[in-house]
Protein backbone atom coordinates (compact mmCIF):
# COMPACT_ATOMS: atom_id res chain seq x y z
CA UNK A 1 0.00 0.00 0.00
CA UNK A 2 2.95 2.40 1.04
CA UNK A 3 4.73 1.52 -2.28
CA UNK A 4 0.86 2.20 -4.50
CA UNK A 5 0.81 5.92 -2.81
CA UNK A 6 4.47 6.59 -3.28
CA UNK A 7 4.04 6.01 -7.01
CA UNK A 8 0.62 8.11 -7.53
CA UNK A 9 2.74 10.85 -5.51
CA UNK A 10 5.54 10.56 -7.97
CA UNK A 11 3.03 10.29 -11.06
CA UNK A 12 1.19 13.23 -9.92
CA UNK A 13 4.55 15.30 -9.60
CA UNK A 14 5.35 13.90 -13.04
CA UNK A 15 2.44 15.43 -14.71
CA UNK A 16 2.36 18.63 -13.35
CA UNK A 17 6.26 18.85 -14.88
CA UNK A 18 5.00 17.91 -18.02
CA UNK A 19 2.81 19.97 -18.21
CA UNK A 20 4.74 23.17 -17.00
CA UNK A 21 7.20 22.11 -19.47
CA UNK A 22 4.27 21.45 -22.38
CA UNK A 23 3.54 25.00 -21.16
CA UNK A 24 7.32 26.79 -21.55
CA UNK A 25 10.59 24.86 -21.51
CA UNK A 26 11.92 28.13 -19.98
CA UNK A 27 11.07 28.95 -16.11
CA UNK A 28 11.98 32.77 -16.49
CA UNK A 29 9.05 32.91 -19.18
CA UNK A 30 6.63 32.20 -16.21
CA UNK A 31 4.36 35.14 -15.58
CA UNK A 32 4.58 35.05 -11.70
CA UNK A 33 0.36 35.37 -10.28
CA UNK A 34 -0.51 36.20 -6.96
CA UNK A 35 -3.92 36.88 -5.52
CA UNK A 36 -6.90 35.13 -3.91
CA UNK A 37 -8.49 33.11 -6.14
CA UNK A 38 -9.05 29.52 -4.76
CA UNK A 39 -8.73 26.48 -6.49
CA UNK A 40 -11.53 23.52 -5.56
CA UNK A 41 -11.55 21.52 -2.26
CA UNK A 42 -8.97 18.58 -3.61
CA UNK A 43 -6.67 21.49 -4.43
CA UNK A 44 -2.31 20.52 -4.46
CA UNK A 45 -0.31 22.83 -2.00
CA UNK A 46 1.70 22.20 -4.56
CA UNK A 47 0.25 23.08 -7.34
CA UNK A 48 -1.20 26.44 -8.52
CA UNK A 49 -4.49 26.84 -9.84
CA UNK A 50 -3.55 28.40 -13.11
CA UNK A 51 0.06 28.89 -14.24
CA UNK A 52 0.66 31.37 -17.39
CA UNK A 53 3.93 32.09 -19.46
CA UNK A 54 5.12 34.21 -22.15
CA UNK A 55 5.84 31.83 -25.23
CA UNK A 56 7.18 34.26 -28.04
CA UNK A 57 3.88 36.28 -29.42
CA UNK A 58 1.00 34.55 -27.34
CA UNK A 59 0.74 33.60 -23.45
CA UNK A 60 0.29 30.17 -22.76
CA UNK A 61 -2.18 29.56 -19.50
CA UNK A 62 -2.40 26.15 -17.71
CA UNK A 63 -5.74 25.52 -15.98
CA UNK A 64 -5.13 22.91 -13.01
CA UNK A 65 -8.45 22.68 -11.71
CA UNK A 66 -11.87 23.52 -13.03
CA UNK A 67 -12.63 27.21 -11.98
CA UNK A 68 -15.92 28.03 -13.47
CA UNK A 69 -16.10 30.40 -15.29
CA UNK A 70 -13.20 32.86 -15.65
CA UNK A 71 -12.65 36.44 -16.87
CA UNK A 72 -9.53 37.02 -18.37
CA UNK A 73 -8.76 40.88 -19.00
CA UNK A 74 -5.26 41.94 -19.98
CA UNK A 75 -4.43 45.80 -19.85
CA UNK A 76 -1.67 47.97 -20.46
CA UNK A 77 -0.02 50.30 -18.21
CA UNK A 78 -2.46 53.48 -18.98
CA UNK A 79 -5.11 51.01 -17.73
CA UNK A 80 -6.67 50.53 -21.22
CA UNK A 81 -8.17 46.85 -21.72
CA UNK A 82 -6.40 45.31 -24.60
CA UNK A 83 -7.47 41.55 -24.57
CA UNK A 84 -10.64 40.03 -22.48
CA UNK A 85 -12.38 36.63 -22.60
CA UNK A 86 -14.95 34.50 -20.29
CA UNK A 87 -14.21 30.73 -20.69
CA UNK A 88 -15.80 28.22 -18.70
CA UNK A 89 -13.02 26.19 -17.10
CA UNK A 90 -12.19 22.60 -16.48
CA UNK A 91 -9.09 20.44 -14.68
CA UNK A 92 -6.07 20.22 -17.15
CA UNK A 93 -7.38 22.88 -19.84
CA UNK A 94 -4.77 24.72 -21.93
CA UNK A 95 -5.53 28.28 -23.18
CA UNK A 96 -3.23 29.69 -25.97
CA UNK A 97 -3.42 33.70 -25.92
CA UNK A 98 -2.44 35.28 -29.28
CA UNK A 99 -0.37 39.05 -28.14
CA UNK A 100 0.91 39.68 -31.29
CA UNK A 101 -1.12 42.82 -32.17
CA UNK A 102 -0.13 44.50 -28.48
CA UNK A 103 3.18 46.71 -28.39
CA UNK A 104 6.04 46.99 -26.70
CA UNK A 105 5.46 47.73 -22.88
CA UNK A 106 4.34 46.51 -19.51
CA UNK A 107 1.25 44.50 -19.09
CA UNK A 108 -1.02 43.27 -16.30
CA UNK A 109 -2.65 39.74 -16.99
CA UNK A 110 -6.00 38.86 -14.54
CA UNK A 111 -8.10 35.95 -14.08
CA UNK A 112 -11.36 37.07 -12.52
CA UNK A 113 -13.68 34.40 -11.21
CA UNK A 114 -17.77 35.87 -11.38
CA UNK A 115 -17.41 36.30 -7.16
CA UNK A 116 -14.45 38.98 -7.84
CA UNK A 117 -11.18 36.55 -6.74
CA UNK A 118 -8.62 37.15 -8.61
CA UNK A 119 -5.21 35.85 -10.07
CA UNK A 120 -2.60 38.70 -11.63
CA UNK A 121 0.88 39.03 -12.65
CA UNK A 122 2.88 41.61 -14.34
CA UNK A 123 4.68 40.88 -18.02
CA UNK A 124 6.49 42.60 -20.45
CA UNK A 125 6.49 42.74 -23.72
Same mark, same amino acid.
Given at each position: ???? !? *?F? *?????L????M??? *? ?7 I?L ?11 ? !?E ?5 F????? @?E?? !??F???? /?? /??IY?E??S????Q? /???Y????LI????S ?6 ? @?? !???A???? *?????E /?
Amino acid at each position: MKRF !F *LFL *LFSCCLSTMSMCYA *LSNNAADEIDLSGNLPANKTRSL !FEPAIEAFIAGQS @IEVG !FHFGLGT /IN /IIIYNETGSIDYQQS /IGTYAGQNLIIDISSLNEGIYT @IM !FVNAQGQY *LSGVFE /I
